[in-house]
Structure formats: C-alpha cells, structure tokens
C-alpha cells in the first residue's frame, strides 16, 4: 500500500485544523513562554480577540486580570513532570472572565468554566507546550447552585420563623441546651405580649404581625442573632449571654419600655411582661433553667402585666 500523497496529508491537517477551530470548546496552546501558539474560534468567539491578534502573545499581556500567580502554579508541574491538572467551577469559577451569552443561564453574569492543562510533547519527548481546554459547565453550575440556594432554603424554613426571622423554638432549645452545657454565665429572658389576643380583635393582622415584627428586630440586637427565638405566638425568648442578673433586668426593662413605645401613637395599649431567670451555679438542666424563667414571667403577668420580674427562690 502506497504512503499517503501529500495533498492527502495536507487534506487531514486542514480538516484537523477545521475540527480543532469550530469545536465547542476552548483551546489555548501555549509555548513555555506562556505566548499563544493556538486560539481557537471558541476562545475568539467569547473573549473578542481574534487568532491573528492572540498568535505569539503573552497570555497574561492578552488578559490582565488573570492570575498569573495562580496559573503559572498550576501550569509549571505540567511542563516539568508531563502531567495534566484540571480546575473545576466549585473550586474557580472562571479562568478566563467571559460574559454568559446562553439565553437558558441568563441569570448568571459570567461563564462557569471547567478547565484541563494537558502536556504536549516534542520529538525529543520534552513538555515544551501546553493545551488548555476551556468547557463552558454554565448550565452545570446555575442548576447546581439553584439547588443549593433551595436547600439553604428549606434549612432557613426548618429553623428561622418566617414573620420575625427569628429562630423557631425547636431550633433555638438545642441552641439553649448548647449554651447550658458550656458551663457560661449567662440569664434567659422570656417575653409574653400582655392581652395580644385582644389587640388581635382590635387591630389588622397586618398590624399586629408589624407589632411581632418590630419586636423581632429588636431583639435581635441583643446579641448573637442564634439567641433569639419567637418561642411561639406571641412569645420570645433571648439568652443573654454573660450577662448577670442586674444587667439583665436593665436589658429587660428597656426593652419593656420599647415595646410600650410602640402604642404611643394609637388609642390601643401595647404591652408586654417579661421573666428574667439568671443561671445559678446549682441550676441542673437547661430545662430547668427556662422553667425559671417561666416562673418569673408568670409572676410579672401576676403582678399587673407590663412589668418585669427576676427568678428568686
């Protein structure tokens, strides 16, 4: 069998370089140099710069922006021990920063990319050029992260209460028992809105929810935001931490104030009673230690609504 004619070989290597061109992939060869010896109509495509303009450029001088730290990191094992690495959208999401332009990913600004650094060898079998291969994974990653935002989601659902952003009060009882068994000083704070069932039949629900809403926001100024719960209907609950009896009742009591504040301006009075339940060296449980804060509150409803009261024995 006769070897190929020439216009044959030059046939192949024109429908090579057709194939290498058109695929719908990036492909960069690079020189040790890191100057551009291939760029390929996918990379002209999104990045604008045409072949004839990349051909013997510097990468970093075509694209400023690009870690040239980072990529010559990665790039150098390549040359010296012929080895390829790649780079996944997870870990970055780009190397190159071109605009997302697929209509279905609209909402991604950019394009994710994957990315694989392959070794190419000379006849002399020395690493002198490079090919890296650029995927567009912008579909991958957009539905990847829709996920992963659904998820923080539900996680947010499972254990924030929608009206206050509050913890709910499973979530928060765990955090509690956590608090307990870290030995801290620290008082549990229980607030219970006076007559909130009667202010419901005189006020909108719209109102009444802006009521549980501002008191929400309040209390997440207390501290760390895991600290604050909507224990239920119109109940609070806040472990201040550190925090000792006589400051705690300061703390109360302001906020006490705050919530009467917040019917200055209507003919319907807006109260609250509150319980203040320091933890004891023999307190034994973080259970007990909340029913403390129970007792108080009951006795500040007790006493006269619109009060604050401090667990004593």
Not at 78 to 88: E, M, P, Y
Not at 206 to 225: F, P, S, V, Y
Not at 243 to 252: G, V
Request: charged content about 25%; hydrophobic content about 40%.
């Amino acid at each position: 069998m006769s070897d190929k004619s020439e216009a044959d070989t030059i046939k192949d290597i024109h429908w090579l370089m057709d194939i290498l061109q058109n695929i719908d992939v990036g492909l960069v060869v690079l020189d040790r140099n890191y100057e551009v010896q291939l760029w390929n109509a996918f990379m002209e495509g999104h990045s604008g710069v045409s072949p004839q303009l990349a051909k013997g450029k510097n990468l970093f001088s075509l694209f400023p922006d690009l870690d040239e730290a980072w990529f010559k990191q990665k790039a150098e094992p390549v040359f010296q021990l012929k080895t390829r690495t790649f780079t996944i959208w997870e870990q970055r999401p780009y190397l190159f920063h071109f605009r997302n332009s697929r209509p279905i990913t609209g909402r991604s600004k950019f394009m994710y990319q994957n990315t694989s650094i392959i070794p190419l060898e000379s006849v002399t079998r020395q690493a002198d050029h490079l090919c890296v291969i650029i995927y567009d994974v912008t579909d991958t990653a957009v539905g990847k992260l829709d996920i992963s935002r659904a998820n923080q989601t539900l996680s947010e659902i499972q254990v924030r209460d929608t009206l206050t952003g509050l913890m709910n009060k499973s979530a928060w009882l765990t955090v509690l028992e956590s608090y307990y068994a870290s030995q801290k000083q620290g008082c549990l704070l229980l607030l219970d809105m006076d007559h909130f069932r009667d202010l419901n039949h005189a006020l909108s629900h719209q109102q009444c929810d802006e009521i549980l809403r501002r008191i929400g926001a309040g209390l997440k100024t207390l501290g760390d935001e895991q600290h604050a719960a909507r224990f239920g209907g119109e109940i609070f609950s806040v472990i201040l931490a550190e925090k000792e009896a006589e400051e705690a009742m300061q703390i109360a009591e302001k906020l006490r104030r705050s919530v009467f504040s917040l019917g200055k301006n209507s003919q319907h009075t807006i109260s609250a009673s509150i319980g203040v339940a320091e933890r004891l060296a023999d307190t034994p449980s973080a259970s007990e230690w909340l029913s403390n804060a129970d007792k108080a509150l009951y006795h500040a409803k007790e006493s006269g609504r619109n009060r604050t009261s401090l667990f004593k024995r």
